[in-house]
């Protein structure tokens, strides 16, 4: 097992993968994982469809320009804008749900790490046809796109700015 420091630290966005495909049992674990992030009052208002046919990743694809390689499989990470409207108000539907979403992919994300996959978060797709093509209902949003699969390629890690932390008051000077 990956210690959690080296996940977070090793993690890539991996665009070019193997054709290995993903098991059902490990694409639950990562769903499980993204499951205990934390969200805005319990709300819990996350839904997620995998995909792993072929067929419909390529359908995917052509609506879907930030989805770049051959992914095994797609995780798509919804919202229930209803309920999350209905438990959190007018914040909980316009914020709290998408930065939730983000906690529960970040989770998803070292947990794939840790079990050796690659994966990279995909936001630029048109979300009509998505929730067309996975018959996502009325309602739902889907919010990001996670690629998942086996990694044929090991990115570099990009720089990373480290002039970002104040202490008491923000002072770029």
């Not at 319990?42 to 990743?57: G, K, L, S, Y």
Request: aromatic residues 6%; charged residues 25%; neutral net charge.
């Amino acid at each position: 097992m990956v210690e959690l420091w080296e996940a977070i630290v090793g993690r890539r966005s991996v665009r070019a993968f193997t054709d290995k495909p993903i098991e059902r049992h490990t694409l639950e674990r990562l769903i499980a994982a993204a499951i205990w992030a934390p969200s805005g009052g319990n709300a819990q208002t996350w839904r997620f469809v995998a995909v792993t046919d072929p067929n419909r990743i390529r359908q995917i694809k052509m609506i879907s320009p930030g989805l770049l390689g051959d992914p095994p499989a797609l995780i798509v990470a919804c919202q229930d804008m209803k309920e999350a409207a209905r438990k959190g108000g007018k914040v909980g539907r316009d914020f709290l749900s998408i930065v939730d979403t983000g906690m529960a992919v970040q989770n998803l994300l070292l947990a794939a790490h840790a079990e050796g996959l690659g994966t990279c978060v995909v936001a630029s797709f048109h979300r009509g046809a998505v929730k067309r093509l996975l018959t996502i209902p009325n309602g739902m949003e889907p919010l990001l796109i996670v690629t998942v699969g086996e990694p044929a390629e090991e990115p570099p890690a990009p720089p990373r700015d480290r002039n970002v932390l104040f202490f008491e008051v923000y002072d770029a000077g």
